[in-house]
């Protein structure tokens, strides 16, 4: 079977997986791939599934997390052309706020973005747009060009044609063979019926890749969740006076506070119900939340505010009514914040988008077990496939301290140090850069309190995306320090480490989540759901994963090598040992000596 790829030879991993998922494919049926880092899965999907649509004139579609992460499928597909003189239209389908060329409207905030777009639409006011539409049954060759390069490209070719981009882009995804997108447009139910009408698309003829499935129930329940504060009350009030608004917030005020005062009374959070906030909001929400949006709209327009709290109050009103059980509410106070989070236990909404289209395929390097994952995603009969990459196992040295702990009830100075001693005895046996990942920056704080006089790149709550990439910039250029990030973010997955900067990574801690109501509704919700299973699947399998996610930093191509140190008794536990073993099948107990010859080894070879 000869498959379409950019490269001329495939590794024999590769060939395996595009046979399986073709043959998946082929059967009309879904299949979940786990496959290590460096594997070459994207080429390895994207050239199976492709062959198979363009035999069968069917669509792809090809989904990521973040929108950084179309890249890889953008070269991907372009490779594909080039090496086989194909003409495959394909589209880096990014949101409308990220290819807006009206000043006017894109210096707006998030909140009001969307909501001026259509005023300024609906009104013929903008000039972009209508330009735009005059193209769309023959869209200029160099936009289309453009466009191959990535959606930055085609943001630059219409800003100089003076035509609105995501427009373009609309109109080139309804001809094209492959539309990249982000997990948001096809999870997030409102995006979905808006995206699918704009480039008048059926999933029922569509494939689809998802990329880094193990995020997708994450984001999809981000998706589905919301909440309303005292204080977003307040403002909202400010801002409706702002316009002028007859509206009065203060009966829905009244029943937070109430409601608060009847639940919480010494406890920090408690359960509401429906009937908790005034019956409007569920049989005239709809009323309610237009008029919110448009108010906030007007505010945003007349202040160039970069946030309304008016249009979140909106969102919440929207999702406040069409919330059901699968949907956990809860009030908490905070000092004196009181808060209604309407917090999405599984996102039943959304992985209802895996039966619609023709078949799907999930691909991740943490997606175990994938069994688990069949069934959370509602497709208990897709083909489930864990491939081994060629990576040597010799490259590698994975090890379990059982020495330390950070178990709520055995957390200590003691401990702590303890850690922190451990990190420097890593450090002064590792000839080079260690990355050490933690459940909490609580638990960072405690243990980098107790670290020797050493240069650290630590991770702190509050940085942005900026201040993360300036860390990570210095991080990378040194060859002899420590990082501390927190496992779960975004020092410890998606980002590449590649050039083997890091030699050891120490994952501290199990990342387990912190309990509280919405979690325990979670468990409840899923041993209802997966009976017997909800501790683990809601709960001890997601932190294994973090865990391994984070492990699994160093290790980034064929040649790299790095020491791994689960720091934490519990991971001898089985239910955590075997789930790591999935991945790091040659893990031992924690001897310093094994690392002294694992680099000692390294340096006889060289
Ligand atoms: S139609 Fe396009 S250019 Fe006009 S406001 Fe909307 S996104 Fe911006």
Redesign the pocket.
């Known amino acids: 079977m000869k498959f379409l790829s950019r490269y001329g030879k495939l590794r024999a991993v590769q060939s395996e997986m595009m046979v399986d998922i073709y043959s998946a494919l082929s059967n009309g049926k879904s299949i979940l791939a786990n496959a290590p880092t460096g594997t070459g899965k994207t080429d390895a999907a994207i050239g199976a599934a492709l062959t198979y649509a363009m035999e069968h004139d069917l669509s792809l579609f090809f989904l990521t997390p973040k929108t950084s992460q179309h890249r890889i499928a953008v070269e991907a597909l372009s490779g594909i052309r080039k090496a086989n003189g194909m003409d495959i239209g394909f589209v880096d389908f990014v949101g ?1 706020s990220n ?4 000043g006017e ?2 210096s707006l905030g998030r909140d009001a973005f969307y909501g ?2 259509d005023a ?2 609906k009104a013929g006011k ?1 000039s ?2 209508n330009k ?1 539409r005059d193209m769309s049954m023959d869209v200029p060759e160099n936009l289309f060009e453009a466009s191959l390069e990535g959606h930055n490209s085609l943001l630059n070719a219409s800003r100089s044609k003076g035509v ?4 373009i882009s609309s109109f080139l995804a309804k001809k094209a063979k492959v539309v990249i997108a982000d997990y948001a447009h096809l999870l997030n139910p409102y995006t979905k019926s808006t995206f699918m009408k704009k480039i008048s698309g059926s999933l029922s003829n569509a494939v689809i890749i998802w990329d880094e499935a193990h995020n997708i129930l994450g984001s999809a329940s981000g998706y589905l969740s919301s909440s309303l504060s005292l204080n977003m009350l307040e403002s909202a009030q400010k801002e409706l006076q702002a316009v002028d608004s007859k509206i009065d917030l203060g009966y829905l005020k009244f029943a937070v506070e109430r409601t608060a005062q009847k639940k919480l009374r010494a406890k920090k959070e408690a359960f509401a119900g429906i009937e908790d906030l005034p019956e409007e909001l569920v049989k005239d929400g709809r009323n309610l939340s237009e008029q919110l949006e448009k108010a906030g709209l007007e505010y945003s327009e007349k202040t160039r505010a970069k946030r309304s709290s008016l249009i979140r109050l909106s969102r919440f009103i929207t999702a406040w009514q069409d919330s059901d059980e699968s949907v956990a509410r809860i009030i908490s106070k905070e000092g004196k914040q009181v808060r209604i989070t309407l917090g999405c236990l599984y996102p039943e909404k959304s992985v209802s988008v895996f039966k619609e289209a023709y078949a799907n395929v999930f691909m991740s390097a943490t997606l175990v077990p994938l069994r688990m994952y069949a069934e959370l995603f509602g497709i208990g009969d897709a083909e489930c496939k864990d491939y081994k990459g060629s990576f040597p196992q010799k490259n590698r040295v994975s090890l379990i301290d059982d020495s330390v702990t950070t178990r709520y009830e055995n957390r200590s100075v003691e401990q702590y140090r303890k850690i922190a001693a451990r990190l420097m005895t890593l450090k002064g046996r590792v000839p080079g850069n260690v990355a050490v990942f933690f459940p909490s920056f609580a638990l960072l704080d405690d243990v980098y309190r107790y670290m020797s006089d050493v240069v650290v790149f630590r991770q702190r709550p509050e940085m942005k995306s900026s201040a993360l990439e300036e860390l990570l910039c210095r991080f990378r250029k040194s060859d002899d320090s420590l990082l501390f990030g927190v496992m779960g973010g975004s020092l410890s997955e998606g980002v590449d480490y590649s050039g083997n900067v890091i030699k050891c990574i120490a994952v501290v801690g199990v990342p387990l989540e912190k309990p509280n109501l919405e979690l325990s509704a979670k468990i409840e919700y899923y041993e209802k759901r997966f009976e017997g299973r909800g501790n683990s699947y809601a709960y001890t399998i997601p932190a294994v994963i973090r865990a391994v996610q984070a492990a699994g930093r160093a290790i980034r191509s064929e040649t790299d090598r790095a020491v791994i140190v689960f720091m934490d008794s519990r991971y001898r536990w089985n239910i955590y040992s075997s789930l790591i073993r999935n991945s790091m099948p040659e893990m031992e107990v924690f001897d310093i000596k094994k690392i002294d010859r694992f680099w000692a080894a390294e340096k006889e070879t060289a």
């Open positions: 409308k290819l807006c060329i009206n409207v894109s001026a777009c300024k639409v903008c972009y747009f735009a609105c981009a995501y427009e």
